[in-house]
């Protein structure tokens, strides 16, 4: 019978791994090791990334041994309001309106909310 040899790779969850520079983590105590193909899914996803490491050159590599997090800490988007809302529309405020578009999915939403505000106004 053949034995696979399965690898386990470390991922790193800790604060540090936000300034990955190719030097070791001084003071990480990240000990949970996941599979191989599980760290590749994560990485797919966008969720991780290799962990550098310096080569004797000095050039930065991907160390396939350990795996960095990337989404560690969310940013919270402020929400809109209904102030936010009659500021930009009813107040015509260019800059609102361009903020609230941007604000994502909800710029279709928000567009309807304030055409029938309109036409209750009127």
């Known amino acids: 019978m053949l034995a696979v040899r399965v690898r386990r790779i470390l991922k790193h969850h800790c604060t540090m791994a936000e300034f990955d520079r190719g030097l070791p983590f001084v ?3 990240c000990s949970r ?6 760290a590749e899914q ?3 996803a966008g969720d991780a990334a290799w962990k550098l490491r310096l080569n004797v050159s000095g050039e930065t590599i991907a160390d396939h041994e350990e795996i960095v997090l990337v989404k560690l800490h969310p940013q919270r988007a402020r929400l809109i309001t209904d102030r936010d809302i009659e500021r930009a529309y009813a107040d015509l405020n260019l800059a609102e309106q361009k903020r ?13 909310l304030v055409r029938s505000q309109e036409a209750k106004k009127s």
Do not use: D, S
């Open 27 to 29: 003071g990480c105590k």
């Open 33 to 38: 090791y996941i599979l191989q193909h599980e």
């Open 42 to 44: 994560l990485i797919l």
């Open 100 to 112: 609230i578009l941007m604000f994502g999915a909800n710029g279709g939403v928000v567009t309807k």
